[in-house]
């Protein structure tokens, strides 16, 4: 996790202002989602898991908010 943490930081300085991300911890997320491994970074809509980040790199991210 705090290998990632660099990048989430880079990404969020560049990310788009119409995207809002959140940063949870394992111990403060809701008990009906599933997590395989940490870090697990994931698109939601209303709660609902839409797609998962396949590369974790800046590049990555941004491809994952493009799923919107």
């Known amino acids: 996790c705090k290998k990632f943490d660099p990048?989430?930081?880079k990404?969020?300085?560049e990310k788009p202002?119409?995207?809002q991300c959140n940063k949870v911890?394992?111990?403060d997320k809701p008990n009906d989602v599933e997590v395989?491994?940490?870090p697990?970074?994931?698109l939601t809509n209303n709660g609902q898991?839409?797609?998962e980040l396949e590369e974790r790199t800046v590049e990555g991210l941004k491809?994952?908010?493009n799923k919107i």
């Open 7 to 9: 990048i989430w930081d």
């Open 11 to 13: 990404f969020m300085t």
């Open 17 to 19: 202002d119409d995207v």
């Open 25 to 27: 911890e394992a111990a």
């Open 36 to 38: 395989a491994g940490y």
């Open 40 to 42: 697990t970074i994931m």
């Open 49 to 51: 898991k839409v797609a």
């Open 63 to 65: 491809a994952l908010c």
